[in-house]
């Protein structure tokens, strides 16, 4: 990928991205990240070698890619700040940002913009993330394959064409890691109530994880079949399933995913309004 990536800001999820690109190839020396505070800025440079700039616009200037990665809150004044220099250059800009429409984004930058609404998760660190991508429609076939192949270095990609499905999207991958590890602290204080040791238990999770997600992901088996081989008749794993059958756990599942995407659609709201 011989393109200039520019991340405005250096937080969470953007240090995730620029760590899982640089492990698949790309030179630090092409990404450039932006924020505030030096002392994060310093860090991070340190850590991954990467360009950083404290300044957004001169941050701009030479790349081919943008990607907004600040908080939803402060969207509204980075586009600002940016519009003249992303008029001047036309980059391909992409927004990470939850609960922030399309057409929203490109009016603060002034209209005109190729933009890509990206959804992706924190697992792109690790090189395991999953990101669902929606474009506008000044959009190129050459700009889409651009943002397949850039976060596609992190994981995997799923398009959308109705931006509203990143909702879903934000349900199912975005926010979807925090109920992993819910689980496995669960059940690592499950775990040491039946006595072993909190380290070993949350090993013994965290591996189990990992190998359940791989034996999905390769199985030509559905979920449900892989569930059904682990549930020997009148055993231990049928009596666990039927206690989570018993106490809804589909029914929470589902009610804290719809809950998530009517927070990202409420957000695009209360952005809206404040704006
Ligand atoms: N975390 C996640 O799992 C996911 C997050 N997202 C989205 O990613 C975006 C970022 O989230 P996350 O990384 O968690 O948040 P963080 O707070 O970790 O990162 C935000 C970054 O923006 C910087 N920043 C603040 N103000 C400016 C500014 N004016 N110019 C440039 N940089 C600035 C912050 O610097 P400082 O720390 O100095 O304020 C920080 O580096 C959000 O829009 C979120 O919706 C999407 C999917 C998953
Ligand atoms: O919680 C949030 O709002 C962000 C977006 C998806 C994951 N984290």
Not at 19 to 30: F, R
Not at 223 to 252: D, F
Request: hydrophobic letters at 50%.
């Amino acid at each position: 990928m011989a393109s200039r990536i520019t991340f405005i800001g250096a937080g969470n999820m953007a240090s995730a991205i620029i760590g899982g690109l640089i492990d698949s190839g790309v030179a630090p020396t092409d990404i450039t990240a932006t924020a505030p505070n030096a002392s994060e800025l310093d860090a991070i440079k340190e850590r991954l070698g990467i360009n950083t700039q404290a300044d957004n616009v001169a941050a701009v200037g030479e790349a081919d890619v943008v990607v907004l990665a600040v908080k939803p809150q402060i969207m509204r004044a980075v586009c600002e700040e940016l519009k003249p220099s992303i008029h001047e250059t036309r980059p391909l800009v992409i927004s990470i940002a939850a609960g922030l429409d399309a057409a929203t984004i490109d009016q603060w930058l002034g209209g005109g913009n190729a933009l890509v609404r990206c959804m992706p998760n924190t697992p792109s660190l690790v090189g395991i993330g999953a990101s669902g991508l929606y474009a506008n429609a000044a959009v190129s076939e050459e700009q889409r394959a651009l943002s397949t192949q850039l976060m596609e270095a992190v994981g995997i990609v799923e398009w959308v064409e109705n931006e509203a499905l990143l909702e879903a999207v934000t349900a199912v991958s975005g926010s979807a890691p925090a109920y992993f590890f819910l689980m496995f602290e669960a059940m690592e204080e499950a775990a040491v109530k039946l006595g072993l040791p909190a380290e070993t238990a949350r090993r013994l999770a965290i591996q189990t994880g990992l190998g359940a997600s791989a034996m999905a992901q390769r199985s030509d088996h559905d979920p449900a079949t892989l569930k059904q081989n682990v549930m020997s008749p009148g055993g231990t794993t049928e009596r666990a399933i039927a206690h989570m059958e018993e106490a809804q756990m589909r029914t929470i599942i589902a009610d804290a995913m719809q809950a998530c995407a009517d927070r990202a659609a409420e957000m695009a709201k209360e952005l809206a309004k404040k704006n």
